[in-house]
């Protein structure tokens, strides 16, 4: 190997980037004074079966594995020309070119876990970005130290706890927690705060459950809050003002999700979502009136006001509606430019399907209130779009 030139790392991996018969690559093994000991070399050899077969563009791909005159075993990978992120964070980038990173590394991990792999070091230092087109290169490669004394701290607080204590099994949720503090690090400003909140989360059952999810909260990051946890409410009366909603909730995505889907053959035939959500009101209602002829108890107890959080004023959402304020707007721009996309009505309602499911996915925990509302803004819409068709 020529042109050779080491990669400064404190932990006991030896990482060498030279040519090697003419090709550009990069050489992973053991420093001098780990490099006879078995633990570590049936190390190496783990990763070589684990990760050689993995092919992805954002990801350094192992050539081979080999026993070197020079570095004794070690793992051969790709190489191009390029810098670790904490290099490029350095730089001056736009927040466009920064995004292009992140989406960029979610779809390698992405790969990795559909794969059944799990990172568990993700961290600016193992992922390099290219000089030429600043691509991602992800090193699917975990660095190892000879003790967490070795682990530099910089490093350590991308990793997510149950990856330093080593008490559960890892899973997609630990590469989110490393994303989000990237993601953090990256300095993506206030928009970004809450999916920085959610994926770094030390109770990883609060995190995003994976990559994709990650990914539909980051391109909609305003949108992305998460509940107070509480309406302040209690008794019979709550709880059946609580299961009204969940049914109108529930009764309302199914009609939108089925009216998005119907064959627009015969739109004739179609039923207005406005219409749908009016009838399933009126149902849920009927329901709840007949429970509380059975509830000797609901005669005597005063009317629950549930839309006393929902109230507007001038067209503006107050209270825990607030958000609709900001979504609503930037939603009607996605809508008309789906409806300006062209195409039979049918791809159409095709786009607005997937386009509503993944908005509704990134609002995060929102109560059941807030989803309705969500839910009615959106079939308005969508109805008086049909209607202008």
Same mark, same amino acid.
């Given at each position: 190997?020529?042109?050779?030139?080491?990669?400064?790392?404190?932990?006991?991996?030896?990482?060498?980037?030279?040519?090697?018969?003419?090709?550009?690559?990069?050489?992973?093994?053991?420093?001098?004074?780990?490099?006879?000991?078995?633990?570590?070399?049936?190390?190496?050899?783990?990763?070589?079966?684990?990760?050689?077969?993995?092919?992805?563009?954002?990801?350094?791909?192992?050539?081979?594995?080999?026993?070197?005159?020079?570095?004794?075993?070690?793992?051969?990978?790709?190489?191009?020309?390029?810098?670790?992120?904490?290099?490029?964070?350095?730089?001056?980038?736009?927040?466009?070119?920064?995004?292009?990173?992140?989406?960029?590394?979610?779809?390698?991990?992405?790969?990795?876990?559909?794969?059944?792999?799990? @990172?568990?070091?993700?961290?600016?230092?193992?992922?390099?970005?290219?000089?030429?087109?600043?691509?991602?290169?992800?090193?699917?490669?975990?660095?190892?130290?000879?003790?967490?004394?070795?682990?530099?701290?910089?490093?350590?607080?991308?990793?997510?706890?149950?990856?330093?204590?080593?008490?559960?099994?890892?899973?997609?949720?630990?590469?989110?927690?490393?994303?989000?503090?990237?993601?953090?690090?990256?300095?993506?400003?206030?928009?970004?705060?809450?999916?920085?909140?959610?994926?770094?989360?030390?109770?990883?059952?609060?995190?995003?459950?994976?990559?994709?999810?990650?990914?539909?909260?980051?391109?909609?990051?305003?949108?992305?809050?998460?509940?107070?946890?509480?309406?302040?409410?209690?008794?019979?009366?709550?709880?059946?003002?609580?299961?009204?909603?969940?049914?109108?909730?529930?009764?309302?995505?199914?009609?939108?999700?089925?009216?998005?889907?119907?064959?627009?053959?015969?739109?004739?035939?179609?039923?207005?979502?406005?219409?749908?959500?009016?009838?399933?009101?009126?149902?849920?209602?009927?329901?709840?009136?007949?429970?509380?002829?059975?509830?000797?108890?609901?005669?005597?107890?005063?009317?629950?006001?549930?839309?006393?959080?929902?109230?507007?004023?001038?067209?503006?959402?107050?209270?825990?509606?607030?958000?609709?304020?900001?979504?609503?707007?930037?939603?009607?721009?996605?809508?008309?430019?789906?409806?300006?996309?062209?195409?039979?009505?049918?791809?159409? @309602?095709?786009?607005?399907?997937?386009?509503?499911?993944?908005?509704?996915?990134?609002?995060?925990?929102?109560?059941?209130?807030?989803?309705?509302?969500?839910?009615?803004?959106?079939?308005?819409?969508?109805?008086?779009?049909?209607?202008?068709?």
């Amino acid at each position: 190997m020529t042109e050779t030139k080491e990669i400064k790392t404190p932990s006991i991996n030896l990482l060498m980037t030279g040519k090697d018969a003419g090709r550009d690559v990069m050489v992973i093994g053991l420093k001098e004074a780990y490099r006879d000991k078995q633990q570590y070399q049936r190390s190496l050899k783990r990763e070589y079966a684990q990760c050689h077969e993995l092919k992805h563009p954002n990801i350094l791909e192992i050539i081979e594995e080999r026993d070197d005159d020079t570095y004794g075993l070690c793992l051969v990978m790709e190489w191009e020309p390029a810098r670790t992120l904490t290099e490029y964070m350095q730089e001056s980038h736009s927040e466009e070119e920064k995004k292009s990173i992140i989406r960029q590394l979610a779809d390698a991990l992405s790969f990795l876990h559909q794969n059944g792999k799990v @990172h568990g070091a993700l961290n600016p230092d193992c992922i390099f970005v290219t000089h030429q087109g600043d691509r991602v290169k992800l090193l699917n490669f975990r660095i190892r130290y000879a003790d967490q004394m070795h682990e530099p701290i910089a490093s350590l607080k991308f990793r997510a706890p149950e990856a330093k204590d080593g008490t559960v099994a890892l899973d997609a949720r630990t590469d989110v927690f490393s994303l989000g503090m990237i993601l953090k690090e990256m300095g993506f400003g206030s928009d970004y705060e809450e999916v920085v909140s959610v994926s770094s989360n030390f109770a990883r059952n609060d995190r995003y459950p994976d990559v994709q999810t990650f990914l539909d909260a980051f391109e909609h990051r305003r949108y992305t809050r998460r509940s107070s946890g509480s309406d302040g409410g209690n008794g019979a009366g709550n709880k059946r003002a609580a299961m009204l909603i969940a049914t109108i909730v529930g009764l309302v995505v199914i009609a939108a999700l089925l009216y998005f889907n119907r064959n627009s053959d015969a739109p004739e035939a179609e039923q207005p979502v406005a219409e749908m959500v009016d009838s399933t009101q009126a149902d849920a209602m009927q329901e709840n009136n007949a429970a509380e002829q059975t509830d000797p108890s609901a005669a005597n107890e005063q009317p629950q006001d549930t839309n006393s959080k929902s109230a507007t004023v001038s067209g503006h959402y107050s209270g825990d509606l607030a958000f609709l304020n900001e979504l609503v707007p930037q939603m009607h721009i996605d809508l008309d430019k789906i409806y300006a996309s062209g195409g039979d009505n049918a791809a159409i @309602h095709a786009k607005v399907a997937r386009y509503y499911r993944g908005l509704r996915k990134a609002l995060g925990n929102k109560t059941d209130a807030q989803f309705a509302a969500y839910d009615k803004e959106f079939a308005d819409y969508v109805n008086k779009k049909n209607a202008g068709q």
